[in-house]
Each structure stands twice: as structure tokens, then as C-alpha cells.
């Protein structure tokens, strides 16, 4: 097994403890750890940075926490996001962050007139894990996973990040449900995947 350089963003807006994505995020780190894989963490709750309001902010230079967040990116090989699902989507903590950390001349670059953007993030891997209280057949099939399609495509695939996987981690409050959600992340930890 290849060692990989791991990010692990821990993506749960509240710092209080008790969330299940902070147990997964640093379950998901310790097993990565133990297998031989270099982990490092990333717990938004614990950032502060200012949110982006207009074209000029996200064109310009980010502020100096940013990027040692763009560090953090350009070191790894593999980043696992984990965020529980809010209002059908991602936190908007973590859309904040992730419209700081991807931006142009860093993550993606303007390409010619009507040319795509060049991606700058080509030849790392990602896994997206979204904890939720519904059955996660049911965010499948009825929901579509439309705004986990969205961080796939739109932002992820955008930058470059190939592959990109996805575990989707229903009825968290149902013990065995976290038990099952809990076992296959250390799995994939494991295999730094």
C-alpha cells in the first residue's frame, strides 16, 4: 500500500464535541495515522476567516490564514471532507472556506477567451463522507444527492480532484447506523482512500 499525505477537514460548524462528524474525523485520522500514512487536521469550527462578498475579493491575494490553508491543500495527496447535511446541503461554513481556499491562480487558472480553466489541483484524490439523519437511500433516490453531485462537480472536479468518492452516512442517530458509518470510514482510512 502507497503512503499517502492525508487532509482530514472536519467540516461540523459547532465546535461543542459531541457531533458525530468530529468522531468520524478523527477516527478517520487516527486509522489513516496508524497505517503509516502523514494526517493532518483541519477542524473549521476552529477558523476564522472573513467570507467572500464580490469578484474582486476572490480574485484578490487571500488573507494570510487562507493561505496556510492553501498549504495545507498543496501538501496533500488525498482530502477527505466530512460534514453533516444541512437544509439539503453542505454547511455554509464550509462553502465560505471552500470559495477562500479554491481560488483562481491557486486551485484553477483562467484559461483563454472561452477555453476552459486550466485545473491545478490534477493528481490528488478526495472522499466526501455526509452524515445526515434521513436513510441515505432515501437522500439517494429521492433528493438525487443533488448537492453532494454539486461539491463533486462544480467545485472538486472542477479543481482537478480525481478520484472522488463518496460515503453517505444515514440515520446517525441510530447506534448501529453510526457503527456501520464508523466501521467502513476506518476501512477506507486504512487504505487511504
Aim: hydrophobic share 45%; no cysteine.
Amino acid at each position: 500500500m502507497t503512503k499517502k499525505n492525508i487532509l482530514v477537514i472536519d467540516a461540523h460548524p459547532d465546535p461543542s464535541g459531541d457531533h458525530f462528524v468530529h468522531a468520524l474525523a478523527a477516527q478517520y485520522a487516527a486509522a489513516a495515522g496508524a497505517a503509516g500514512h502523514l494526517v493532518q487536521v483541519v477542524r473549521l469550527s476552529e477558523l476564522k476567516f472573513p467570507w467572500l462578498r464580490n469578484a474582486g475579493e476572490f480574485a484578490a491575494q487571500p488573507p494570510g490564514m487562507i493561505g496556510s490553508q492553501q498549504q495545507h491543500f498543496s501538501w496533500a495527496q488525498h482530502v477527505v471532507i466530512l460534514y453533516p447535511l444541512w437544509l439539503g446541503s453542505m454547511p455554509a461554513l464550509l462553502k465560505a472556506y471552500l470559495e477562500q481556499v479554491m481560488r483562481p491562480g491557486f486551485a484553477f487558472a483562467y484559461g483563454k477567451k472561452n477555453a476552459l480553466p486550466k485545473k491545478l489541483m490534477i493528481g490528488k484524490s478526495a472522499r466526501i463522507v455526509v452524515t445526515m439523519g434521513m436513510p441515505s437511500l432515501f437522500y439517494k433516490l429521492y433528493y438525487r444527492s443533488h448537492s453532494v453531485k454539486s461539491l463533486v462537480r462544480n467545485i472538486l472536479g472542477f479543481v482537478g480532484f480525481k478520484p472522488i468518492r463518496v460515503s453517505l452516512i444515514g440515520n446517525v442517530e441510530n447506534s448501529k447506523a453510526r457503527s456501520r458509518g464508523m466501521a467502513e470510514l476506518i476501512a477506507h482510512a486504512k487504505a487511504g482512500t
